[in-house]
């Protein structure tokens, strides 16, 4: 027997008999009973510590929303591998994403942004060595200081340097930290000489040479690789702005400035407030294009450090390519004028695209990782993972090939480590070592605003890698009357 429909107006009716006092619902009510639940606020840690940081591990669910110590042990981590995360801060965020998705283009893995088994095993090639450490704070952080960086140019104009502001900051940026980061990591501290406190370890300068540079406007990354195709090093960037947006097609690196003057030129760049002269701005970490200048053979376009590191993503700029310092510093030592070629992809265009991914790893997705992935230059001491990066060629036997699919179906990358034998560590010596510290000893970053570009019209010395140290001053070009 099929079952009979209701009727619908028999069933209201009786429902309003039951109900005859209650009358109509309060507006009030019925837009309560309809707001949506705003999801909750990402959650900061009021401080941490060293252990936790060295203890975290991975529980297969991704990175914690918020700030956690998994997330900065994977930046720490990140950054050895040559993938920087931006600044070290435990913010699970736009860079740290970003920088999972470039470590997972490099290894041919499915670019999602998120921390999965396959990322987290291959980063434990870089976890030999401790994440953290004691520094002692001595006499020299505390000098070179200065008391604020203004935002008038005429007031910048009249300094000496653009130093850093604090102690905090200066030690901040050595560490590749973030500076309510590095205090949350030391409760109490008056960051003073004398005083011991925890840092982590920041990874050491790349040493290599880069011959092609790629800027991918829409992921905010740029990748440097060397004369045989091999990425060495991958960083977060701002790259221009929709009103003046960066340059287009293919451009070479014409030469490269330490430490530079900045020229404020009204009748050529923009208006700032009443300043309607040419002005010099003395170099410092906290100067209008950071520590670094690389310029481009597209007039007045270049990639250089900044004052504001944690808003790489945030700020925008006027067509130029921001990096933080330390690694704008780290990039600047590795090109070669009228050699490294800078190519700006066009909208759509990805650096997976111009670059292509390997047969293996399209074919065993997350597991090829191990044999697929193209190491950086070793940094240091450290070792790579155990794996065989030159292994990914057309002689590949059938017999390899059957292991990595049959542990493919293991779905761990661990696993696929076992059909490769490990290759001798990879460690890169410069034909001449570089004394050069990573972070000038000129003093850094104030207030979060929008930085301007240009830094002189005339061409700029070379400092090259392997070329003595030093600061380079840009000359303002002559006013026009």
């Not at 291959?122 to 200065?146: H, N, R, S, W």
């Not at 130093?163 to 003073?192: C, I, W």
Request: aromatic share 6%; hydrophobic share 40%; proline share 10%.
């Amino acid at each position: 027997m099929f079952p009979t429909r209701p009727n619908l107006a028999s069933l209201a009716l009786a429902a309003a008999a039951l109900f005859p006092a209650l009358g109509p619902v309060p507006a009030q009510a019925q837009t309560a009973a309809v707001a949506p639940t705003a999801p909750p606020k990402p959650k900061a840690l009021t401080s941490i510590s060293r252990d936790q940081i060295e203890a975290a591990q991975f529980d297969g669910t991704d990175l914690p929303a918020g700030q956690s110590a998994l997330t900065v042990k994977a930046q720490i981590l990140l950054d050895r591998s040559g993938i920087s995360p931006g600044v070290v801060d435990g913010w699970r965020g736009g860079m740290s994403e970003s920088a999972i998705r470039a470590f997972q283009r490099r290894a041919g893995l499915p670019m999602t942004g998120r921390m999965d088994h396959a990322v987290w095993d291959l980063l434990q090639g870089y976890a030999a060595a401790p994440l953290t450490m004691d520094y002692t704070i001595t006499e020299e952080d505390a000098t070179g200081l200065v008391d604020r960086i203004p935002s008038d140019y005429a007031e910048k104009a009249a300094m000496t340097s653009q130093g850093y502001t604090s102690v905090l900051e200066k030690l901040a940026e050595r560490f590749h930290m973030d500076e309510k980061f590095l205090a949350k990591m030391n409760p109490g501290a008056a960051f003073q000489p004398g005083e011991t406190i925890h840092v982590t370890v920041p990874a050491q300068p790349i040493r290599a040479t880069v011959t092609r540079i790629i800027v991918d406007k829409a992921t905010r990354r740029v990748a440097a690789y060397d004369a045989k195709g091999n990425m060495v090093a991958d960083y977060p960037a701002t790259v221009g702005s929709s009103d003046t947006p960066s340059p287009h097609g293919n451009h070479l690196v014409d030469a490269v400035a330490l430490n530079p003057t900045y020229t404020y030129n009204p009748m050529r760049n923009f208006k700032q407030g009443e300043n309607d002269r040419v002005l010099i701005v003395p170099p410092g970490p906290n100067a209008p294009v950071g520590n670094v200048w690389i310029d481009l053979s597209e007039p007045s376009y270049g990639i250089h450090g900044t004052a504001t590191p944690s808003q790489l993503f945030v700020n925008q700029s006027h067509g130029c390519v921001r990096l933080t310092n330390w690694d704008a510093w780290e990039l600047a030592h590795m090109v070669k004028a009228k050699v490294t070629t800078v190519e700006f992809l066009d909208p759509g265009v990805s650096i997976a695209d111009v670059t292509g991914i390997s047969a293996v790893a399209t074919a065993t997705q997350a597991a090829a990782v191990t044999l697929a992935a193209t190491r950086p230059p070793a940094r240091g001491d450290r070792l790579p993972p155990v794996v065989a990066a030159e292994a990914v060629t057309d002689a590949v036997t059938d017999n390899v090939m059957g292991a990595v699919t049959q542990a493919a179906s293991t779905g761990t990358a661990a696993a696929v480590a076992s059909t490769v034998a490990s290759p001798a560590p990879l460690v890169v010596t410069p034909e001449v070592p570089s004394t050069e510290p990573l972070v000038p000893a000129t003093p850094h970053p104030a207030g979060a605003m929008d930085e301007p570009e240009y830094p002189s019209d005339v061409a700029l010395p070379e400092t090259l890698p392997g070329n003595p140290a030093g600061s380079v001053t840009l000359y303002a070009p002559t006013a026009q009357p």
